[in-house]
Each structure stands twice: as structure tokens, then as C-alpha cells.
């Protein structure tokens, strides 16, 4: 019963200890070479308000938060994971494929937020519609 009773207690320290760094400030001095390319080729410095890493299993994330209220967030490989605008993201960071279909569908709306993830890559439009595709850009449903 006491082991038990330390184990739980040294899981819950530990889970309070891993949880508690959060999100960290980063000088853009100090981003991998990758995170730095891939911003860079989209913003330039004096658009970016503040940048902040996350520790993640796998790999760190790195989210950039723009003077216009955008939030984009890359992996340490330079891989776009997210990026998120209510003015629309930027057609160059949406797949062709993708791109087309949407403006066929839905012609009149704009792309808020793209999500890539390892399995799928979710669109939410300005009307609140969830749009689901595959890793090749195909389209699944909408959620």
C-alpha cells in the first residue's frame, strides 16, 4: 500500500513538474534553421509580434503570433502544423488540390484556420463549416 501510495504521488509530481513549462518566449535568434526558412519565405521580422516554443512529444512546436492576430505554428522540421486568421490564410499554404476544391464548393468563403496533422488536414472556413482531407488532400467529409 505505501508503494502504491508513493507511486502515485511521484506520478503526480511528475505530472505537475512536465505540465508547468507550458509555453516558452524564443528570440528568432534562436529558432532551428527549418522553423526560421519557413517563416521567413511567408512574414518578415517586423510582422511578428512574439514567438514561443512547446515542448512536445516527438518533436517541439514553435507558434509565431503576428501583429494582424495571426497565429501560425510550425514543427521543429519547418513543417507547417497549423495556422489560424480571421482576415484568411494565405493561399500558399494550402495544398492546390485543396485549394481548388474549396473555391469550387464553397466559392463565396475564405479559409480561417488549416490544420495539418499526421493522418488528415482540416479547413474551417469563414461560416463555420469544418472540411476533412486525407494526407493526400483529398477530400473526406465535412465535420
Known amino acids: ?3 502504491l501510495t508513493l507511486m502515485a504521488l511521484l506520478l503526480g509530481l511528475f505530472c505537475l513538474t512536465a505540465g508547468a513549462k507550458g509555453k516558452q518566449p524564443i528570440a528568432i535568434e534562436k529558432l532551428p534553421r527549418a522553423v526560421k526558412a519557413a517563416a521567413m519565405q511567408h512574414y518578415t521580422p517586423d510582422q511578428i509580434l512574439f514567438i514561443t516554443m512547446e515542448k512536445q512529444v516527438g518533436k517541439d512546436e514553435y507558434e509565431f503570433s503576428l501583429a ?3 497565429k501560425v505554428e510550425f514543427y ?5 502544423h497549423k495556422i489560424k486568421s480571421q482576415q484568411g490564410v494565405p493561399d ?7 485549394l481548388q476544391y474549396i473555391k469550387a464548393t464553397f466559392p463565396n468563403s475564405i479559409v480561417t484556420e488549416y ?7 482540416k479547413i474551417e472556413i469563414n461560416n ?3 472540411l476533412v ?3 493526400r488532400g483529398k477530400f473526406l467529409r465535412i465535420d
Request: no cysteine; net charge neutral; hydrophobic share 30%.
Open 115 to 121: 490544420k495539418n496533422d499526421r493522418m488528415m488536414k
Open 1 to 3: 500500500m505505501k508503494k
Open 133 to 135: 482531407f486525407n494526407r
Open 128 to 130: 463555420d463549416v469544418d
Open 68 to 70: 494582424d492576430g495571426t
Open 76 to 80: 521543429e522540421n519547418g513543417q507547417l
Open 92 to 98: 500558399a499554404f494550402i495544398p492546390e488540390n485543396m
